[in-house]
């Protein structure tokens, strides 16, 4: 009998940075012959099915159903599989409850921006994930930065803490040696910290200098945000050089990135940032913030620019365009880059701490 339950009840049907993370860290576990709790049947896994829609799909709905289960049921499934152990690719679990934990912190976001905190998710962060980090045997994060702030914001030792970092799959984003198009790629969430709106500001100047040239921003869109994004775009002037792509698919992915310019990823805040990995697997040029996670990952793979600082993320964007040299080059850092980061690291690690605690 397997003694590691894994709690996937967070997994989403359109998956982002949470569910890739666990998709491609679970076949990595399959030697400890884990239990799954899943909303849907997981080849190869012994997997327990539990309700649907408890994810950030469903909205806050979704995550109070979820955090409810938490309380309720998982601890349930626990004592009846017999489990020792129970991992949660986020920061979640049972509190007061006899399970022995570990946990993953992929961000610590809505602590740093004021307007964050005082939402639900920021009080979620404020109040339910210390104790979650408390009662943890230990705790994963994906960067120096996470592991920072988790020390930082919520007094945890560090010897409690192992970094991790995230990896890339080299089956699916690799150099497709297609041409390169005329357009800027941002790939992300519309909040207000990936700082979209000073990108369009910087893209403005840009397109003074070189109007054939567009802005193409992946993402769902998000009635909170995106409306003002289009706003703004058109305000400025750009709204036909800029496109907003809607939430891509998995598949869509690779050609896209591939023939993108560069990708631009101005976040004031990152936990990890993978799809400027992605980006670097594929050999196409990043300019990214030179704040948080991102330095960790791009190293000198990249132009690395002041996200509050308009005239140097244009400045970025317009040596990219203009120098094929410049390109060339962060082509081939990034492919030498990137190598670095491998989910089978990844996996291979998590495994190894999590064997320790059972």
Known sequence: MSNLLVNLSALIARPTGISTYAINLLPHLQPLFPHV???RIIKGFK????????????????????????????????????????????????????CSTVV???????????????????????????A????SRHILCDSKATATDIIDFYQIPAHRITIIPLGYDANHFYDLNLPTAHYF???????????????????????NRHPGVELWIGGSFD????????QQATELGIGNQVKFLD??????????????????????????????????????????ANLSSLPEVVGDAGILVDPYNTEELADGMAAIV????????????????????????????????????L
């Open 322 to 357: 203009n120098d094929s040299q410049l390109r060339e080059r962060l082509h081939q850092l990034g492919l030498t880059q990137s190598k670095q980061f491998t989910w089978e690291r990844t996996g291979r690690q998590t495994k190894e701490v999590l064997t320790q605690f």
């Open 132 to 135: 979650v980090l408390r009662q």
């Open 223 to 230: 009635q909170r945000y995106s409306p003002q994004l289009v």
């Open 247 to 288: 939430y891509l698919s998995y598949d869509q992915l690779p050609p896209l990135i591939n023939q993108a310019i560069a990708l631009v990823f101005p976040s004031l805040w990152e936990g990890f940032g993978l799809p400027v990995l992605e980006a670097m697997a594929c050999g196409t040029p990043v300019i990214a």
């Open 37 to 39: 709790l899943s909303s």
């Open 104 to 130: 993953t912190v992929h961000d610590l976001i809505p602590l740093r921006f004021p307007t964050l905190r005082r939402s639900p998710i920021g009080i979620y962060y404020r109040y339910y994930v210390p």
């Open 185 to 207: 790629l941002y790939l992300g969430r519309h909040e207000p910290y990936k700082n979209l709106g000073q990108l369009l500001n910087a893209f403005r100047f840009v397109c």
């Open 47 to 98: 997997c327990h099915l539990i309700p649907q829609r408890m994810g950030a799909d469903a909205g806050m709905w979704g995550h109070g159903k979820r955090l409810l289960w938490l309380q309720t049921q998982l601890p349930r499934w626990y004592r009846q599989l017999g489990s020792q152990l129970l991992f949660s690719p986020l920061p979640e679990a049972p509190l007061f409850r006899s």
